[in-house]
């Protein structure tokens, strides 16, 4: 089954951008996953194609209009379209690996960037746009963060990593940052690959990893070793 995305945005000529290339790339000429992109400026009514306009209150900067982005999506994602509809937005909900692989697990996605202010609420509400955030800062357009979303989705779809067993052992997966990495050469700048590693010794190196990655996660990101930490309600 191909995973169907489909980009609503202002700069169409943004994809498949970096997602050409690589893995994704690859994925995309075999038709793992599908790319379409909706010029939203094609839905506009007026003889300079206006999208936005002047925010209600006054104030700094545009707003996409309600009415033109209600037209692209219909025409993008008609009623009946299983695809979840995001919006990229600073204001969403933080993007994570449990997102990501619920989303590789089903049909696709329908995406809308934003751009200048944002998006007119009403458009939000009554088409039911889920915003999803890549992080705490400020693009400029919801483009990169729609290159971002596809980027960790796409390289979930089966077929699409080289190594499966890889996925399952990254950075988030089981809830820890991931392990530090080393290969060849044994001895570099004085310093060496610590020994447990070389040791051949299968077991002893999964818990120095594991011991590691307790480490990290510990220094670098205690809150999620409180997630973690929250009691699973116990089946019988
Ligand atoms: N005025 C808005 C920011 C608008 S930035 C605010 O303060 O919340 C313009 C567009 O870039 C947004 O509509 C959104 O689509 C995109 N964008 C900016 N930062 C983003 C982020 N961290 N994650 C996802 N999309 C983002």
Known sequence: MTFRATVLTL??????????????????????????????????MDRHRTVDDTPAGGGAG?????????????????????????????RGKPLTQARVRQLAAGPGAVIVCGRFEGVDQRVIDARGLEEVSIGDYILSGGEPAALVLLDAVVRLLPGVMGNEASGAEESFEGGLLEHPHYTRPQEWEGCTIPEVLTSGNHAKIAAWRREQAERLTRERRPDLLEKRAVPQPVTK
């Open 62 to 90: 545009m707003v996409m209009r309600a009415d033109i982005m209600a037209r692209a999506i219909d025409h993008a994602a008609p009623a009946g379209d299983p695809r979840p509809r995001l919006l990229m937005s600073p």
């Open 11 to 44: 700069y169409p000529d943004m994809f498949p951008g970096a997602l050409g290339l690589s893995l994704a790339g690859r994925a995309l000429e075999q038709g793992v996953w599908s790319l379409e992109t909706v010029q939203i400026r094609d839905f506009a």
